[in-house]
C-alpha cells in the first residue's frame, strides 16, 4: 500500500464563542480522512459543515486541537515547513497581482520559491503555453478574463511542481465553458501524479472529476466513496412526468394518487426499475391522459447529500 498524500485521524478544533461567556464551538469532531495519491477527492459539506477550517489545517494555516494530520507524508504540526514546500494552494480568492503581467506573475512565483532566473523564465514559459496564456502573457493581468484569472492564478500554484494541491472552489463564477477548461486542467494535473483535493460548491463538479468524495457534516466524515458508491446508497430517483394542460396534470395525480403541484410537471419515485415505470405508463395509457413528456432521473449527487445531510448543497462562508 502507498502512502497516503493526506492522513487525518481523529481532527478536532474548536473557536471562542462570539461572547467571552459562549461555550467554545466545536467545529471539527474527531474527523478522519485518507487522500490516495495521485488522485482527486472532493471534499462536500453543508455550510457551516467544516470545511475550510479543514483546509486550513491540513495547509498550516491553523493549527489543530487534537488528532493527528499528515500531507505528503509530513506532519502539519512538526512539520510545517515540509508541508509548505509540497502543497499547492488555490483558494476562492485569487492570488494574482492584477497590477503584473501574466509573466511576471509567474516570475514572482518563481522567484518566492527561489528559482535560478533561466529556470524561473522556462517554468514561466512552460506554464503560460500549458494553460494556454501565451498570447496574453505579457498583458496586465487585471484586463484579463474570470476564466483567464482563474487559470493564471492555478499556474502560480505549480510553479513549485507542488505533490499536493488544493483547490478550494475553483470554478466559482465562471461560465460554463470556463468550469470544463479548467476541469480538463485538473484532470491533467493529475495524469500527472498529483494529489487534489478539491472543495467545490457544484456537485456537478464533483461528480465529474473525483475519484473519491467524502461528505462533510457537522464536523465528521458522514460518507466516504466513489460518487457511484454514494448514489447507490440512496434507493431509486423520480420519474417527472411534464404536461402542456392543468386538466391533464389534476387527472394524472389522482390516478397516481400523489399531491397536485403548482407547476406542470409532475414528479413521482422511483425504485428505478422497469416494471413500476411500466406501471406508471400503464395507468396513464388506460386513462387516456395525455402525457407532454416524461423523464426518468437516476438519483444523483445532490439527492445524496440531501439524504445524508438533511441540507441542499450551498455555498460555505467560513467553517
Known sequence: MSTPAIAVEGLRKSFPGTKKRDAPKLVLDGLDLTVAPGTVHALLGPNGAGKTTAVHILTTYLRPDAGRVTVAGHDVVAEPDRVRAAIGVTGQFSAVDWLLTGRENLKLMADLNHLGKAEGRRVADALLERFDLGE?????????SGGMKRRL?????????????????????????SRRTMWDFVRDLVAGGTTVLLTTQYLDEADE???????????RIVADGTAAELKRRIPGGRIDVEFTDRGELDAAARILRVPAPDGLTLQLPHDGGLRSLRAVLDALDDAAVDVAGLTVKASDLDDVFFALTGHAAEKEAMA
Not at 496574453?136 to 484579463?144: C, G, L, Q, V
Not at 510553479?159 to 465553458?177: N, S
Not at 472529476?209 to 464536523?219: K, P
Open 136 to 144: 496574453a502573457a505579457d498583458k496586465i493581468s487585471s484586463t484579463y
Open 153 to 177: 492564478d492555478l499556474a502560480m500554484t505549480l510553479v513549485a511542481k507542488p505533490a499536493v494541491v488544493f483547490l478550494d472552489e475553483p470554478t466559482t463564477g465562471l461560465d460554463p465553458r
Open 209 to 219: 472529476l473525483a475519484d473519491r468524495v467524502s461528505v462533510l457534516d457537522r464536523g
